[in-house]
């Protein structure tokens, strides 16, 4: 199997989780160093540093390429820049797009093909809560995500009766390093730090490709949000300032 953004974070504990099934993976990141250190510590043999950069469909190509035939694909690589839209330089709404939306399909173009001769595979897409219900600071990384939940909804049904399954993850906050060039830019609510550890997650998308679940709310107070917020984004606003504080959903109309 072979995860992207592997090197840290969710992708790591994803690596480490399907790892300890006894699955051989392929590690992707920019960096090399982060990935063999993640290989030396991984239970098994076998796994396969790839450094790529998800952006580039032909750099992407080439690490699915070089790895063999992809059991599992799971499109993880992902990037932030939280802050108004109005302050947001185009370069970072840039970088957002390409990691995280372009990334996906490019890591799924080059995989996917293999899975759909094999008659065999499963893609896992992390998208996030932001992918089903907007936060202000984060109005193109919450883009990125519902982009990917809209892309991989529609890619579990085209892919029907091929052998080929999708599951889209929606995490919540989780203790990883994605915010930490911008930790003093993160609203009050954030800087709160509810987090819950990379760990549980990985073990829960383990469990999730096991049982082809179409989609993987965790904590699970993200299926409350998404719930919520979709009999009414009004109710979803008020289930914000309670849990949040006003900051979350300020406009009341
Ligand atoms: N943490 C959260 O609270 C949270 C919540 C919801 C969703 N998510 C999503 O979960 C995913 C993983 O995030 P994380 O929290 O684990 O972040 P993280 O700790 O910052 O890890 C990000 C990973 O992506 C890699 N990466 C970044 N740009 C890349 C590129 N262009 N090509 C290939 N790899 C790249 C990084 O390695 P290099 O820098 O070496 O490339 C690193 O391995 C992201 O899609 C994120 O949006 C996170």
Not at 45 to 65: I, M, Q, T, Y
Not at 105 to 110: I, K
Not at 114 to 138: C, K, N, Q, T, Y
Not at 221 to 241: E, F, K, Q, T
Request: glycine content about 12%; overall charge positive.
């Amino acid at each position: 199997m072979l995860v992207t953004g592997a090197s840290r974070g969710i992708g790591a504990a994803i690596a480490r989780a399907f790892a300890a099934r006894g699955c051989t993976l392929g590690l992707v990141a920019r960096n090399r160093e982060p990935l063999e250190a993640l290989a030396a510590e991984l239970p098994g043999s076998g796994h396969v540093v790839l450094p790529a950069n998800v952006a580039d469909a032909g750099s992407v190509a080439a690490a699915v390429a070089q790895f063999g035939p992809v059991d599992v694909l799971v499109a993880n690589a992902g990037v932030t820049h939280y802050m108004p839209f109005a302050e947001l330089p185009a370069d970072k709404a840039e970088q957002m797009n390409s990691v995280n939306w372009v990334g996906t399909l490019n890591s799924v173009w080059a995989a996917l093909p293999g899975m759909l001769e094999r008659r065999r595979g499963h893609v896992v897409v992390i998208s996030s809560g932001g992918g089903v219900r907007g936060f202000p600071g984060a109005a193109v990384y919450n883009g990125t995500k519902a982009a990917q939940r809209g892309f991989a909804e529609a890619l579990r049904h085209e892919l029907h009766g091929t052998g080929v399954s999708v599951t889209t993850v929606y995490p919540g906050e989780i203790e990883t390093a994605l915010h930490d060039h911008e930790w003093e830019r993160m609203p009050a609510w954030y800087q709160r730090d509810r987090r819950s550890p990379p760990g549980p997650l990985g073990e829960a998308i383990v469990e999730a490709v096991e049982k082809d679940r179409r989609e993987l709310f965790h904590p699970p107070i993200v299926r409350l949000l998404r719930v919520v917020n979709g009999i009414s984004p009004a109710l979803g606003d008020v289930m914000l300032r309670r849990i949040l504080g006003r900051a979350a959903a300020p406009r009341r109309r």
